[in-house]
């Protein structure tokens, strides 16, 4: 096992942790009223485990943008797999945050969604979350780029059904990447993905990544 390198925290490989990390924690804690991205990368260091394998430990800070504008100093771990099909190994402590999204599920149980199409945006960067969580690598750094279409599902459970076209930028490759996900979210029962199908880009699309919103 090798010592503990020292990273550059606003260079690419410290950042690109840094971004699992966060979509693991929007897979956790997301929802329509609470998004998190990334604010800074403060301390970061990476050690090369079991086979090759490598572990980053970060010190980060994540807002909640979507609600309070909430700043969060989290403890995280990502290991990435040798396996591209393995998503990363993630762990993330973030002092303070449980009791505060306990405060903001008040808002959730009473459904106050204001501004009606921002919620539906806001899981939708929820929800590609899990995929750019699940995608990850060491040659990847994932970004929602855009809603390219949405359409609200019936649900035989008080659930809010959503089916969604989004486009994912990867900042390594610049590829545009389609997927199509159903989603569905309910209070105090989180975000969970029903289904979620990549779509082959059509070789006379040009989409460019200039419309990234979610960081």
Sequence with gaps: MEQEMELVPIHFPARRAAKVALHHLNT????????????EVHKATMEEIDSGRRKYSLDLSVIE??????????LALVTFSLDLKTPPDVQIDCAELQQTMLSLQKDEDQGNMSEEMKPFWHLAAVASSFIMLKESSENTEFNMAQVASLNQQE?????????????????????????????????????????????????????????????
């Excluded at 956790?28 to 604010?39: C, E, K, M, R, T």
């Excluded at 989004?166 to 289904?195: N, R």
Aim: glycine residues 4%.
């Design 28 to 39: 956790l804690h997301g929802s329509p009223f609470n998004v998190f991205g990334l604010q």
């Design 65 to 74: 943008w979507a609600s309070s504008n909430s700043v969060f100093r989290c």
């Design 155 to 215: 649900s035989r459970e008080k659930k809010l059904m959503l089916k969604y076209h989004i486009l994912l930028h990867d900042f390594v490759s610049q590829e545009i990447l389609h997927w199509q996900l159903l989603c569905s979210w309910a209070p105090g029962q989180g975000v969970e993905i029903l289904e979620a199908q990549f779509v082959p880009k059509c070789p006379h699309t040009n989409e460019s990544a200039d419309n990234t919103a979610a960081d």
